[in-house]
Protein backbone atom coordinates (compact mmCIF):
# COMPACT_ATOMS: atom_id res chain seq x y z
CA UNK A 1 0.00 0.00 0.00
CA UNK A 2 1.46 3.55 -0.54
CA UNK A 3 1.74 5.83 1.90
CA UNK A 4 0.20 9.48 1.03
CA UNK A 5 2.37 12.53 2.04
CA UNK A 6 1.42 15.97 2.76
CA UNK A 7 2.42 18.38 0.00
CA UNK A 8 4.74 20.00 2.61
CA UNK A 9 6.15 16.42 3.57
CA UNK A 10 6.78 16.14 -0.39
CA UNK A 11 8.87 19.56 -0.53
CA UNK A 12 10.57 19.45 2.62
CA UNK A 13 12.13 15.44 1.50
CA UNK A 14 12.58 16.62 -2.38
CA UNK A 15 14.18 20.12 -0.82
CA UNK A 16 15.61 19.40 2.35
CA UNK A 17 16.89 22.56 4.03
CA UNK A 18 20.06 22.37 6.57
CA UNK A 19 21.92 19.73 5.45
CA UNK A 20 25.50 18.80 6.31
CA UNK A 21 27.41 19.87 8.85
CA UNK A 22 28.04 23.41 11.28
CA UNK A 23 31.88 24.51 10.78
CA UNK A 24 33.13 24.77 14.73
CA UNK A 25 29.73 23.26 16.30
CA UNK A 26 29.88 23.09 19.92
CA UNK A 27 26.55 20.66 20.20
CA UNK A 28 26.27 17.26 18.35
CA UNK A 29 24.21 13.83 18.71
CA UNK A 30 23.24 10.99 16.98
CA UNK A 31 20.31 9.49 17.05
CA UNK A 32 18.67 5.96 15.93
CA UNK A 33 15.21 5.14 15.57
CA UNK A 34 14.38 1.60 17.40
CA UNK A 35 11.46 1.56 15.62
CA UNK A 36 13.27 1.23 12.27
CA UNK A 37 16.99 1.41 12.44
CA UNK A 38 17.10 4.94 10.83
CA UNK A 39 19.52 7.32 12.13
CA UNK A 40 19.74 11.46 12.11
CA UNK A 41 23.27 13.30 13.00
CA UNK A 42 22.46 17.17 14.18
CA UNK A 43 25.40 19.45 14.60
CA UNK A 44 24.66 22.97 16.05
CA UNK A 45 26.43 25.84 16.94
CA UNK A 46 24.65 27.43 20.59
CA UNK A 47 25.49 30.36 21.76
CA UNK A 48 27.26 30.19 25.51
CA UNK A 49 25.54 33.54 26.73
CA UNK A 50 22.13 33.35 25.37
CA UNK A 51 22.10 29.85 24.94
CA UNK A 52 20.21 30.25 21.67
CA UNK A 53 20.50 28.14 18.91
CA UNK A 54 22.42 30.17 15.74
CA UNK A 55 23.24 27.35 13.70
CA UNK A 56 22.25 23.66 12.91
CA UNK A 57 22.22 21.15 9.89
CA UNK A 58 21.72 17.80 10.07
CA UNK A 59 22.48 14.33 8.05
CA UNK A 60 19.55 11.81 7.37
CA UNK A 61 20.46 8.01 7.72
CA UNK A 62 16.79 6.96 6.64
CA UNK A 63 13.46 7.21 5.14
CA UNK A 64 11.59 10.52 3.16
CA UNK A 65 9.86 11.78 6.47
CA UNK A 66 13.28 11.26 8.45
CA UNK A 67 14.75 13.54 6.12
CA UNK A 68 11.12 15.34 5.69
CA UNK A 69 11.02 15.80 9.85
CA UNK A 70 14.74 16.79 10.28
CA UNK A 71 14.55 19.59 7.89
CA UNK A 72 11.71 20.71 9.59
CA UNK A 73 12.99 20.33 12.83
CA UNK A 74 16.04 22.51 11.81
CA UNK A 75 14.12 24.74 11.06
CA UNK A 76 12.08 25.47 14.28
CA UNK A 77 15.26 24.84 16.01
CA UNK A 78 16.83 27.80 14.55
CA UNK A 79 16.76 31.16 16.69
CA UNK A 80 15.21 28.89 19.50
CA UNK A 81 16.50 28.58 23.42
CA UNK A 82 18.22 25.47 24.57
CA UNK A 83 14.77 25.34 26.84
CA UNK A 84 12.26 26.19 24.14
CA UNK A 85 14.14 23.16 22.42
CA UNK A 86 13.40 20.76 25.63
CA UNK A 87 10.13 21.97 25.53
CA UNK A 88 9.35 20.86 22.04
CA UNK A 89 7.03 17.51 21.48
CA UNK A 90 6.67 16.19 17.89
CA UNK A 91 3.63 17.08 17.15
CA UNK A 92 4.93 20.56 16.41
CA UNK A 93 7.22 19.06 13.42
CA UNK A 94 3.84 17.40 12.50
CA UNK A 95 1.59 19.72 12.91
CA UNK A 96 4.43 21.80 10.66
CA UNK A 97 4.47 19.55 7.73
CA UNK A 98 0.62 19.25 7.75
CA UNK A 99 0.67 15.68 9.49
CA UNK A 100 2.18 12.35 8.96
CA UNK A 101 0.47 9.25 7.96
CA UNK A 102 0.95 6.88 11.26
CA UNK A 103 3.29 4.74 10.04
CA UNK A 104 5.84 7.53 10.08
CA UNK A 105 4.53 9.13 13.02
CA UNK A 106 7.74 8.00 15.19
CA UNK A 107 10.29 9.79 12.36
CA UNK A 108 8.79 13.07 13.90
CA UNK A 109 9.83 11.47 17.63
CA UNK A 110 13.18 11.15 16.36
CA UNK A 111 13.56 14.21 14.68
CA UNK A 112 13.00 15.80 17.85
CA UNK A 113 14.36 13.41 20.49
CA UNK A 114 17.56 14.11 18.17
CA UNK A 115 17.45 18.13 18.66
CA UNK A 116 16.19 17.58 22.75
CA UNK A 117 19.69 14.28 22.89
CA UNK A 118 21.77 17.30 21.19
CA UNK A 119 21.26 20.69 23.45
CA UNK A 120 20.94 18.36 27.03
CA UNK A 121 24.29 17.13 26.28
CA UNK A 122 25.71 20.91 25.37
CA UNK A 123 23.78 21.70 28.59
CA UNK A 124 25.45 18.96 30.94
CA UNK A 125 28.95 19.61 29.60
CA UNK A 126 28.38 23.45 30.55
CA UNK A 127 27.82 22.40 33.99
CA UNK A 128 30.13 19.77 34.02
CA UNK A 129 27.60 17.08 34.79
CA UNK A 130 27.00 13.85 32.91
CA UNK A 131 24.37 13.93 30.84
CA UNK A 132 22.22 11.23 32.61
CA UNK A 133 22.07 14.03 35.62
CA UNK A 134 20.22 12.47 38.49
CA UNK A 135 18.48 10.14 36.36
CA UNK A 136 16.63 7.59 38.43
CA UNK A 137 15.12 4.43 36.57
CA UNK A 138 11.58 3.98 38.30
CA UNK A 139 8.15 3.49 36.85
CA UNK A 140 7.82 7.18 35.92
CA UNK A 141 11.28 7.46 34.21
CA UNK A 142 9.91 4.30 32.23
CA UNK A 143 6.15 5.82 31.30
CA UNK A 144 7.93 8.60 30.30
CA UNK A 145 10.27 6.23 27.90
CA UNK A 146 7.47 4.40 26.86
CA UNK A 147 5.56 7.62 25.30
CA UNK A 148 8.43 7.43 22.37
CA UNK A 149 6.68 3.93 20.87
CA UNK A 150 4.01 4.81 19.07
CA UNK A 151 1.77 2.35 17.85
CA UNK A 152 2.04 1.99 13.62
CA UNK A 153 -1.10 1.93 12.30
CA UNK A 154 -2.79 5.09 14.75
CA UNK A 155 0.19 7.00 15.13
CA UNK A 156 -0.58 7.19 19.06
CA UNK A 157 1.97 5.98 21.60
CA UNK A 158 1.38 3.20 24.08
CA UNK A 159 1.00 5.37 26.78
CA UNK A 160 -1.73 7.12 25.11
CA UNK A 161 -3.20 4.41 24.35
CA UNK A 162 -3.41 3.26 27.72
CA UNK A 163 -1.81 -0.25 26.24
CA UNK A 164 0.78 -0.11 29.04
CA UNK A 165 -0.63 -2.60 31.79
CA UNK A 166 2.03 -3.20 34.32
CA UNK A 167 5.59 -1.90 35.06
CA UNK A 168 7.91 -3.44 37.88
CA UNK A 169 11.48 -2.11 38.23
CA UNK A 170 13.91 -4.21 40.64
CA UNK A 171 17.55 -3.78 40.78
CA UNK A 172 18.06 -3.11 36.89
CA UNK A 173 15.37 -5.34 35.78
CA UNK A 174 12.71 -4.14 33.83
CA UNK A 175 9.19 -6.03 33.25
CA UNK A 176 6.46 -4.22 31.41
CA UNK A 177 3.05 -5.94 30.44
CA UNK A 178 1.24 -4.51 27.39
CA UNK A 179 -2.29 -5.15 26.81
CA UNK A 180 -3.05 -5.56 22.84
CA UNK A 181 -6.45 -5.71 21.13
CA UNK A 182 -7.75 -8.95 19.10
CA UNK A 183 -6.90 -6.94 15.91
CA UNK A 184 -3.50 -5.93 16.51
CA UNK A 185 -1.58 -9.10 15.55
CA UNK A 186 -0.05 -8.18 12.97
CA UNK A 187 1.79 -5.38 15.25
CA UNK A 188 2.08 -7.61 18.71
CA UNK A 189 6.62 -7.85 17.48
CA UNK A 190 7.23 -4.61 15.92
CA UNK A 191 6.07 -2.95 19.42
CA UNK A 192 6.79 -5.55 21.68
CA UNK A 193 10.50 -4.95 20.10
CA UNK A 194 10.28 -1.34 19.80
CA UNK A 195 9.24 -1.41 23.65
CA UNK A 196 11.90 -3.48 24.49
CA UNK A 197 14.87 -1.29 22.87
CA UNK A 198 13.29 1.25 23.92
CA UNK A 199 13.65 0.00 28.15
CA UNK A 200 17.33 -1.17 26.76
CA UNK A 201 18.35 2.36 26.63
CA UNK A 202 17.32 3.90 29.48
CA UNK A 203 20.53 4.10 31.76
CA UNK A 204 20.42 1.19 34.50
CA UNK A 205 18.62 -1.67 32.57
CA UNK A 206 20.39 -4.79 33.16
CA UNK A 207 17.33 -6.77 31.36
CA UNK A 208 14.34 -5.87 29.65
CA UNK A 209 11.17 -8.20 29.43
CA UNK A 210 8.19 -7.15 27.75
CA UNK A 211 4.92 -9.26 27.84
CA UNK A 212 2.01 -8.92 25.21
CA UNK A 213 -1.71 -9.72 26.96
CA UNK A 214 -3.83 -9.87 24.42
CA UNK A 215 -7.58 -9.38 24.20
CA UNK A 216 -8.63 -5.88 25.87
CA UNK A 217 -9.97 -3.17 24.02
CA UNK A 218 -8.28 0.05 24.25
CA UNK A 219 -9.21 2.75 26.34
CA UNK A 220 -8.00 6.64 25.82
CA UNK A 221 -6.34 8.42 28.75
FE1 LIG B 1 11.96 5.28 10.77
FE2 LIG B 1 11.34 7.12 9.11
S1 LIG B 1 12.66 7.32 10.81
S2 LIG B 1 10.80 5.01 8.95
Known sequence: MAIKYSQKVIN?????ENVGEVDGANA?????????GDMITYSMKIN???RV???????????????ATASMATKIAKGRTVDEII????????EELDGLPAVKIHCSVLAINGLKAAVRKWDAEQSGQSVEGDF???????IRELRDVIHPETGISIVKMNMVHLVEVDSGSVFVELMMGETDDMYFENIEEETREHLENL???KTATVKITEG???KFK
Open 203 to 205: PGV
Open 136 to 142: TLDNETI
Open 48 to 50: RES
Open 87 to 94: ALTPKTVT
Open 28 to 36: TATEGSPAC
Open 216 to 218: KAY
Open 12 to 16: EFTNP
Open 53 to 67: IEDIKFRSYGCASNI
